[in-house]
Every structure is written in C-alpha cells, then in structure tokens.
C-alpha cells in the first residue's frame, strides 16, 4: 500500500451537519476499496480567485490515507461522480529522503592568554636596584 493525500474542493451549500455525513462518505469509498485512513482533516471555508462552476466560495478538504495503487481508477471514478466535489487533487506521499547533516565546523580554538600575576612594588624596585647596580 502506498500513502495518499486527497485535496478536493466541496460545494458551500452544504450545512456543517451535511459535510460531516459527506466527509465520512468519501471515507467509506475509500474504506470500500480496503483503503485506510491516516488522517482527516476539518473542512474550511475559503474564498476563491476565480470561480469553479459558478461558485466563489468552496469548503477545502484534507485526507490522509493508505490504497492499493491498482485500485485507484476505480476512487477517481467515484470521485468524479459526486456532484458535491467541484474539484479534487490525488498525491502520492514518498516517503521523505534521509537527509544528510553536515558536521559542524568547530572554530578553531584560540589559547588563552595566561594572565600574569601581579608583582608586588617592593620586588619591582628591587630588580631596578639589582639592574641598575650591574651598569
């Protein structure tokens, strides 16, 4: 079986009761054809660019699921025969590609500069004494 995401665009004169009873529907043709659902998702009402069989606004519908890649012809047939989906888009969903990372560069590490003790002013006088004695 291989995975699938079904998009399609349903009329807006459905109520909120009757696009639940469709969406289960849709889910029942693909449950006919011993599909499985992943995931379904909410209906949402949206605006469009331009009109799709005299209709300016659509409920957008999400579905997730797993099918016999034979039997797809057939879901097609039985989507394009509902008259409430103006329009529907089928994906094959590949499975994502392991992605290389690319080890991080460390910066190079710069040694840290040690900090010198303080030298007390009675020795520092004394090295001046025992420096300029010497000349």
Do not use: C, H, W
């Not at 006919?32 to 995931?39: A, D, P, Q, S």
């Not at 069989?53 to 039985?78: D, G, Q």
């Not at 520092?124 to 004494?129: G, H």
């Amino acid at each position: 079986m291989k995975s699938y995401e079904l998009t399609y665009l349903i009329s807006p004169d459905l109520s909120e009761e009757e696009l639940k009873i469709f969406q289960e529907k849709i889910a029942s043709l693909i449950q006919n054809e011993e599909g499985k659902i992943k995931e379904i998702k909410n209906p949402i009402k949206r605006k469009l660019a331009y009109p799709i069989k005299r209709k300016t606004e659509v409920f957008i519908a999400n579905l997730n699921f797993y099918f016999l890649p034979e039997k797809l012809e057939s879901l097609e047939k039985k989507l394009k025969s509902e008259s409430k989906i103006l329009r529907y888009l089928i994906l094959v969903q590949e499975k994502p590609e392991k992605i290389k990372v690319p080890e991080i560069i460390s910066k190079p590490r710069v040694p840290r500069i040690k900090k010198e003790k303080k030298v007390e002013l009675e020795k520092i006088e004394e090295k001046l004494e025992e420096i300029l004695g010497q000349i």
